[in-house]
């Protein structure tokens, strides 16, 4: 068993949310995250092959259709140090040390973006300064914490992690499927956690 490669990311304080996004990104908060490592790509189908044999499309494409029990049983089966990330940790990985730009790239959107039908293979665009890849782009990733959408007005400024219980667990990242196929670092989003979606992956973290 060969886990996807991770990347580790320094324990930081970082600006968490935005003002100008939507009504659940308010209001922007400082927040330190301990050091932690994280998925360089989300889990592709060859990876999750390894777990669940079975007939899937692309092996370098990422694994989709998998709900978040799904995603939460890999990494257990993976071993006890890895798990998925927190809101906490996928934004401050999205924003790649650099404090307060809307995307992994910079403050300006995509001048254009490929039809897409499926989603593309990982780490075919510029990784962020992190060394990671496809963040906020491709497909939306399962986060660990349950989604509340007034949530930062109650959250720790250490390693927060979500309300103890909900019924929608939040989720990162752009989709191929949107019509906008990328969101900016900052952007939430969340469905229930039995739920799959032909856009829905994830990526793996690591306690370290």
């Known amino acids: 068993m060969q886990p996807p490669a991770t990347r580790r990311i320094p324990g930081a304080w970082f600006t968490m949310g935005s003002e100008d996004g939507a009504d659940d990104e308010r209001p922007p908060h400082r ?5 932690f490592e994280i998925g360089v790509t989300q889990v592709t189908n060859r990876d999750w092959a390894m777990f669940r044999p ?3 499309g692309d092996p370098e494409q990422p694994v989709v259709n998998v709900s978040w029990f799904d995603a939460a049983s890999y990494c257990e089966w993976l071993g006890d140090r890895f798990r998925l990330p927190t809101e906490a940790e996928w934004e401050c990985a999205a924003r790649g040390g650099v404090d307060g730009q809307r ?4 403050d300006d959107a995509p001048s254009s973006y490929d039809a897409l039908i499926a989603p593309r293979t990982v780490a075919k665009t510029r990784p962020n300064t ?5 963040m906020c782009e491709n497909v939306h990733e399962w986060c660990s914490d349950w989604y509340d959408a007034d949530y930062y007005r109650v959250s720790p400024d250490r390693n927060p992690r979500g309300p103890a219980a909900g019924t929608r667990r939040a989720s990162r990242g752009g989709s191929w499927r949107h019509q906008i196929k990328f ?26």
Not at 31 to 35: K, Q
Not at 103 to 106: D, I, Q, R, S, V
């Open 130 to 134: 992190f060394g990671l890849y496809d």
């Open 31 to 35: 927040v330190w995250v301990d050091a």
């Open 183 to 208: 969101t900016r670092c900052a952007a939430r989003s969340s469905i229930p956690p039995e739920f799959r979606y032909a856009d829905y992956g994830f990526r793996i973290a690591v306690t370290v």
């Open 103 to 106: 995307y992994p790239w910079g």
């Open 54 to 56: 079975g007939t899937y």
